[in-house]
């Protein structure tokens, strides 16, 4: 029963290609996030959305559009893949206030080719 | 300016040892969470401890500790007798209470990490 599940956990791509990372939580939290974590380990927050409404939207190329058909699932579409892409993204959700933690998926290594 | 600096990149520890891990933060908001992630050789993210900026009492969960010292802008990590396992990156971050009603989706901003080494 896992809490955040994220798939594919691992994704080799060539570049100029889309892809889609899946995102899923079954805490019942209101607010999910996608991070991105360089080849340094430094992660930063790329979007959060609460109740499936767009709260933030880091600078973060055009060619990444989070989607989000209900409040348990959160998606990464990246089009036309860049070799400088290639990161750990990770889907975290949260109950929405400032007190609690953001609960992480396993992540998702993508690698560009 | 950072707002979460590990000024640790690297620590060996013997172990059972005692390890402090450094964290300062920058901000101006008066309201604000602090919270320290594990993340093991695997890769995921383990939520350690959470401290409230109004919190008069520094938190503990079993061996890990915060110290927060608030007009320091510090929320060091503590891990009491330290064991193999606990090698791994550790990351401070922080919640701001920002613009969004309760601040909760306003994300976490991460320190760059401390790579922590427990030597038998």
């Known amino acids: 029963d896992t809490a955040v599940s994220q798939t594919p956990k691992y994704l080799v791509t060539q570049m100029g290609n889309d892809k889609s990372i899946k995102c899923e939580q079954n805490l019942g939290h209101d607010t999910m996030y996608w991070y991105k974590q360089d080849s340094k380990k430094f992660l930063k927050i790329m979007f959060s959305y609460n109740n499936k409404e767009l709260i933030i939207n880091e600078t973060v190329p055009n060619r990444f559009s989070p989607k989000s058909p209900d409040k348990a699932h959160l998606n990464l579409h990246i089009n036309s893949l860049e070799l400088g892409d290639s990161a750990v993204y990770f889907c975290?959700?949260?109950?929405?206030?400032?007190?609690?933690?953001?609960?992480f998926g396993q992540g998702t290594r993508l690698t560009v080719v | 300016a950072q707002k979460i600096t590990q000024t640790q990149p690297g620590m060996f520890v013997q172990e059972k040892e005692a390890v402090t891990l450094d964290c300062t933060y920058d901000t101006s908001d008066p309201s604000y969470g602090l919270f320290w992630y594990k993340q093991p050789s695997s890769g995921e993210m383990i939520f350690l401890i959470y401290?409230?900026?109004?919190?008069?009492q520094n938190a503990t969960e079993g061996r890990y500790s915060l110290n927060f010292q608030k007009a320091r802008k510090s929320a060091n990590l503590v891990i009491s007798a330290s064991q193999l396992g606990d090698s791994a990156m550790y990351f401070c971050a922080m919640r701001e209470a920002g613009m969004y009603s309760g601040g909760g989706a306003d994300g976490l901003t991460f320190g760059k990490g401390t790579h922590l080494i427990i030597q038998p």
């Open positions: 401290q409230g900026s109004y919190d008069q």
């Open positions: 975290a959700s949260s109950l929405g206030n400032m007190n609690t933690e953001a609960f």
